[in-house]
Every structure is written in C-alpha cells, then in structure tokens.
C-alpha cells in the first residue's frame, strides 16, 4: 500500500523533530527500572541489607542489583564493586554451568552469634509473591565458607545467584529455616526517594559537563 504524499512529509517531520530533540538523560535515568549511574548516592550498606536472626547467628542479605546499589554512597559502592569484580569470573561461570546470562546477586553473609554456630549455606531463599526461590549458585568470598561453622564474632560471606533478578522494586522477603525478614516492602519509600535525588544530582553534573569549553 502506497502512504499518500501529505502523510509520508508528515512523517518525516516527525522523525526529524525527534532526532533533534532525543528524550533527555533525566527521563531515561527515571524510567521503571532504569539503573541510575553510580557515584551519586548517599546510602548505606544498612539502608540495603537485609538482617535475620537465630539463637546462633545472623543472616545478612545485600542485593547487588545496579538499580539500588548504585545509590550507595561512593566510598561504599567502590568497596563493594571492587569484592564482586574481585569473583566475577567465578560469577559468571557459575551461572553459565546453569544456562542463566544474567543471574540476581546478593552479598550473603553468616554472623556467628555462639561458639561453634552451625549454618546451612544452602536453606536461604528469598520469597517472592508467596514463590520460594532459591539460589541457583553460591560463590565463597571468604575462605571457608563452605565449612559452615561459626565463632563468636566470626563472619564468612558469599555471592549468591539467582536464577532471576532481586525483585527490588517490590516487597519480598528472606527466609532461613523458621526466621524471616520482610523488611524489604518499608524500605522501598527510601530507596525511591533516593532514586529521585540520585536522577537530579546526575542530571545537574552531566548539564554543567557539557557547558564546559
């Protein structure tokens, strides 16, 4: 079919007003789900992680998902950068071995509340719209993690892989054997404030690059 001669000149006038005028970095930066560049947050790890208890340890789960982890606070996301670049070869083949391209990270650590605290690397899931899911793949950050045993003060951490992304827009939930967090769901108005502030500060320093000789 042959468009008529006035909607095709429309047409490109259209296309044309686009190009010159592309959707701005601050929009892209506040669509749903878009990750926001880092080194302009001001978060703490403990604004992030997730924390359950047992009579023997405590459980810590910090997603590595861009989407909020890079609103941490510079020095804080270098540092945790740096650990996950540190096994992202390891990272990768994992989650290769399982056929998954782009598995969900967390930063998982055991915190040894009595002597001789026994942990099962392998019982905590995340729960996620009443689904269990659980991880596809652990890599051991600290050495001997795999012995799942604990001292007073002791802490050994790993990255766990899941098979799907953190869901960390939405409320979900840890679990290990009988005790749980769902802390999650309370911390999203922050993380959405920040997100906003975050989006405002990267848009304010891309401006003033650009205004510079």
């Known amino acids: 079919m042959t468009l ?19 959707v701005p970095a601050r929009a892209q930066q506040d669509a749903p789900g878009a990750v926001i560049p880092p080194g302009f947050g001001t978060l703490r790890q403990s604004d992030l992680q997730l924390t359950l208890s047992t009579d023997q340890l405590e459980v810590r789960f910090l997603p590595l998902d861009p989407r909020v982890f890079n609103l941490l ?21 994992v989650a290769r071995s399982v056929g998954v391209s782009q598995p969900g990270i967390a930063l998982v650590s055991f915190f040894g509340l009595q002597a001789n605290a026994n942990y099962d690397a392998e019982v905590l899931t995340m729960v996620v719209r009443n689904r269990l899911i659980r991880p596809i ?31 960390v827009f939405e409320p979900f939930s840890i679990q290990y054997y009988a005790a749980s967090s769902e802390d999650w769901g309370r911390r ?4 959405d404030r920040e997100r906003q502030r975050v989006s405002l500060r990267a848009a304010k320093a891309s401006a003033e690059a650009q205004q510079k000789p």
Do not use: H, K, W
């Open 4 to 22: 008529p001669r006035r909607t095709v000149l429309a047409c490109a006038v259209a296309l044309m007003a686009c190009a010159r005028n592309p």
């Open 73 to 93: 606070a510079p020095d804080a996301y270098q540092s945790l950068s740096a650990l996950l670049e540190g096994r992202r070869a390891q990272i990768d083949s």
């Open 137 to 167: 793949g652990i890599v051991p950050y600290s050495p001997g993690f795999m012995e799942q045993r604990l001292e007073v003060r002791q802490q050994r951490t790993a990255f766990y892989l899941f098979e799907e992304e953190i869901p």
């Open 188 to 191: 999203l108005p922050v993380i």
